[in-house]
């Protein structure tokens, strides 16, 4: 009996711990080269439900130039937050033809949504301030093969 308690105990301790790549950054999605203005974007694609989870989870560190796009099935209402997120970002909700919708600040390790103000298949997450520091807000446009356009 003592060994069966024990066996099951080392199986309750020991097997979460066998998914703890969760709680990694994943750093090796596909990439797309984006362009805002003269400006080229480095964006891994989180294109699954469970990229799209991760996201930019657990990354203590993001080049300027680099930033996820979280891709979705069709156009929704898309809500962000940033539990697990160890980096301030904005969130560019981005209609289907590279347009911007809005942009959002995000304060990490909290859960406060942000949204997008209507329905979007994409979300670009940057560095905070990496739109504003260049001028981009909503309205402007994106290019790349996403939106139909070469950057």
């Known amino acids: 009996m003592n060994r069966l308690v024990l066996r099951l105990s080392f199986?309750?301790?020991a097997l979460p711990g066998l998914g703890w790549s969760q709680e990694s950054p994943q750093l090796h999605l596909p990439r797309v080269t984006l362009s805002a203005g003269m400006h080229l974007i480095q964006a891994q694609v989180a294109a699954t439900n469970e990229q799209r989870a991760t996201g930019l989870m657990f990354r203590k560190e993001m080049p300027t130039s680099e930033?996820?796009?979280?891709?979705?099935?069709?156009?929704?209402?898309?809500?962000?937050?940033?539990?697990?997120t160890l980096l301030p970002l904005t969130a560019a909700f981005v209609a289907d033809d590279g347009t911007i919708v809005n942009l959002a600040d995000m304060k990490p390790q909290t859960t406060n949504s942000?949204?997008?103000?209507?329905?979007?298949r994409y979300v670009l997450e940057m560095n905070q301030g990496w739109f504003a520091k260049r001028g981009i807000k909503a309205g402007s446009k994106l290019g790349g093969q996403p939106f139909g356009r070469r950057p």
């Not at 099935?73 to 962000?80: A, D, G, I, R, V």
């Not at 942000?114 to 979007?120: G, I, L, R």
């Open 67 to 84: 930033g996820m796009l979280f891709v979705f099935e069709q156009p929704s209402s898309q809500c962000f937050w940033m539990k697990n």
């Open 11 to 13: 199986l309750f301790f």
């Open 114 to 120: 942000h949204c997008s103000a209507k329905p979007v």
